[in-house]
């Protein structure tokens, strides 16, 4: 017989069978591990399911120290299984169930083993002869209370469900606080059982009690800010009937300011006069003074590095003063942003910034100076609207033209926008559009008028799967020609945020050099499907199509499509894409990476 050698000395073949013992006793002790670790008192149960199965289920669990070392104390099992019956007629009664039976059988499959067989016949259930829902005091007729009060949850004929009974009686009492009724209660709340018709009644009755009003609000802990623009992010005004709702959004408001690291806000119900609650605020600032460094890289930018200059109490009025610099190998500004919010409403603000600017791409070469006015208001939730009058004075060099304008441009702003998370947002949307024009009578140096337009909106799928889909336009309406248009305002397409696979604003309109020198009018979209993995993780596949042109009849699309890797960060999410081009003489693929949200 042919025994292959394994080419090992004796000494090593001991080691060797010694090892292989080992691992095969391990093996036998691995597929052995569901009878080793199988418990030595199990209960099964039979008559019940769903929710009362689980109620059943927790009411008789096998109890701590039943068993001590595999070996099974059978004073306390005999104890336990007389308790089962009464455990479990209790465990049904908040479903009207009263009169449950219960037999329990015990088999021992082995020596060490013990299965307790819990048959259940919950029996007839308790039903509801009447049902009395009344509202009394002040608040009786408040129209979401009555609502409550009329839809309960129980009705003549119903089986008693206590637990249904339990969570309509808290919803009363809460929505009576929510609507400043603080000292709302139960006058009348009687549940009567009779356990051998198996019928039952319900009588309750609210009363609201006076409703309350929010009083004077002393605000401590921020003597350099002043009194008006800290109560600007107050949700509600003296006089208005008291509401926790509102008090929450306050110390929303505070916090989200990004002045204070700390709020409690204070109902001194103790000190109600008249009906008027009054309201203290601690608050606790953060640093006035911030200094962030940063860094970072983008396909459209190369490394970048940045530093912001923060101060959020200048001349301790509460103005905001915010210097931003960055630096990269394709653009270098800075940009100045002086904020002075508005003393009556927390959304409202005038801005006014100064912008230095030197960019170069593939494409073009500009340098600006710039100084912008607006003035912000909030026109509802998650919607803004401004008008500003921008001064530019741009010196610029693309294809073949080399030339310096100077801009008066007024226009106007809005945008809406709705996201669940700030970092990692499942569903949401975002739209944005932007007026502006000019002219010669205004002190330019030429005439137009345009329109630009952004939309994204990202809808939940199911398999942790979601869409986003973006679109982009702008157009020039009223121009003169387009050397007299400074590259800021001239439209480009392609990068990271416009049509991957085509570099940073590399598409356009060319010259007669054939160098892309931009266009009148833009339009770009894109689709985008991610599909979540693990739990901050995430793989897309995408299309991007569009371009800038000079005439709508004569439009060469662009087109991209590849794949891309998500990580969401606390600093936003990590996109790394694989884009190839389509449409264009020289197909290819293109590295694209970025960070921060694309929309």
Same mark, same amino acid.
């Given at each position: 017989?042919?025994?292959?050698?394994? *080419?090992?000395? &004796?000494?090593?073949? $001991?080691?060797?069978?010694?090892?292989?013992?080992?691992? %095969?006793?391990?093996?036998?002790?691995?597929?052995?591990g569901p009878a080793w670790g199988a418990e030595p008192v199990t209960v099964t149960i039979d008559g019940v399911a769903d929710e009362m199965l689980?109620?059943?289920?927790?009411?008789?669990? =096998?109890?701590? *120290?039943?068993?001590?070392? *595999?070996?099974?104390? $059978? &004073?306390?099992?005999?104890?336990?299984?007389?308790?089962?019956?009464e455990r479990v007629r209790?465990?049904?009664? &908040?479903?009207?169930?009263?009169?449950?039976?219960?037999? %329990?059988?015990?088999?021992?499959?082995?020596?060490?083993? %013990? =299965?307790?067989?819990?048959?259940?016949?919950?029996?007839?259930?308790?039903?509801?002869?009447?049902?009395?829902?009344?509202?009394? *005091?002040?608040g009786r007729n408040e129209p979401k209370l009555r609502m409550l009060a009329d839809s309960f949850p129980l009705h003549q004929g119903d089986i008693l469900r206590q637990d249904h009974y339990e969570q309509a009686k808290g919803a009363l009492i809460a929505q009576a606080v929510d609507l400043g009724y603080l000292y709302a209660s139960f006058e009348r709340h009687l549940l009567v059982v009779d356990r051998d018709t198996l019928r039952s009644e319900i009588e309750l009755e609210l009363d609201t009690g006076p409703l309350l009003f929010f009083e004077s609000v002393l605000i401590h802990g921020a003597p350099n800010y002043p009194d008006p623009f800290l109560r600007r992010y107050l949700d509600f005004q003296e006089g208005e009937r008291f509401s926790y709702h509102r008090l929450g959004q306050t110390q929303i408001n505070y916090l989200d300011s990004d002045r204070f690291k700390d709020v409690l806000i204070t109902p001194h119900l103790e000190l109600v006069h008249e009906q008027s609650v009054p309201i203290s605020i601690q608050l606790v600032p953060s640093d006035r003074r911030r200094l962030r460094p940063g860094i970072g890289y983008g396909t459209d930018t190369g490394p970048r590095a940045s530093l912001r200059y923060q101060d959020v109490n200048i001349f301790h009025l509460g103005h905001e003063l915010k210097i931003d610099?960055?630096?990269?190998? =394709?653009?270098?500004e800075v940009e100045a942003n002086y904020l002075i919010p508005s003393p009556t409403a927390l959304q409202n603000v005038t801005a006014l910034r100064f912008n230095l600017k030197s960019e170069k791409t593939d494409t073009y070469t500009s340098r600006l100076i710039s100084t912008e006015l607006e003035r912000i208001h909030s026109l509802g939730p998650g919607l803004l609207g401004s008008l500003f009058l921008r001064l530019l004075d741009e010196d610029y060099r693309v294809g073949l033209t080399n030339n310096r304008s100077y801009m008066v441009l007024p226009g106007g702003r809005f945008s809406a926008h709705h996201f669940s998370d700030p970092v990692h947002p499942r569903e949401g949307f975002l739209f944005g559009m932007e007026i502006r024009g000019t002219h010669p009578v205004l002190g330019s140096d030429s005439k137009l008028f345009q329109v630009l337009g952004n939309a994204d909106y990202l809808l939940p799928l199911p398999w942790r799967l979601s869409l986003l889909t973006r679109g982009q336009c702008g157009t020039t309406l009223v121009?003169?020609?387009?050397?007299?248009?400074?590259?800021?305002?001239?439209f480009f397409a392609g990068g990271d945020k416009s049509v991957r696979g085509y570099a940073y604003q590399s598409l356009g309109p060319t010259d007669a050099s054939g160098k892309v020198v931009g266009g009148k009018h833009m339009l770009a979209g894109s689709l985008e499907l991610e599909r979540g993995i693990f739990k901050d993780w995430g793989i897309a596949s995408f299309y991007d199509v569009g371009n800038a042109f000079n005439a709508p009849g004569n439009v060469a699309w662009a087109q991209g499509a590849g794949l891309g890797v998500r990580y969401y960060s606390v600093v936003g999410p990590l996109r790394l894409d694989v884009a190839k081009r389509f449409g264009h003489h020289r197909r290819g693929y293109r590295l694209h990476i970025s960070v921060g949200l694309s929309w």
């Open positions: 017989m042919f025994v292959p050698s394994l *080419g090992l000395t &004796p000494h090593k073949n $001991r080691w060797f069978f010694a090892a292989s013992r080992t691992w %095969v006793w391990l093996l036998l002790l691995l597929l052995a689980e109620n059943v289920q927790a009411a008789i669990a =096998v109890p701590f *120290g039943l068993t001590r070392e *595999g070996a099974i104390d $059978r &004073p306390w099992l005999d104890r336990f299984r007389l308790q089962i019956p209790a465990a049904l009664e &908040p479903y009207g169930y009263f009169s449950a039976r219960t037999e %329990v059988t015990v088999e021992t499959p082995s020596p060490d083993e %013990v =299965v307790l067989l819990v048959q259940v016949q919950p029996g007839a259930a308790v039903r509801l002869d009447a049902v009395k829902v009344a509202l009394a *005091g002040p610099t960055s630096v990269s190998t =394709v653009k270098q121009s003169d020609k387009l050397a007299e248009i400074p590259t800021s305002l001239r």
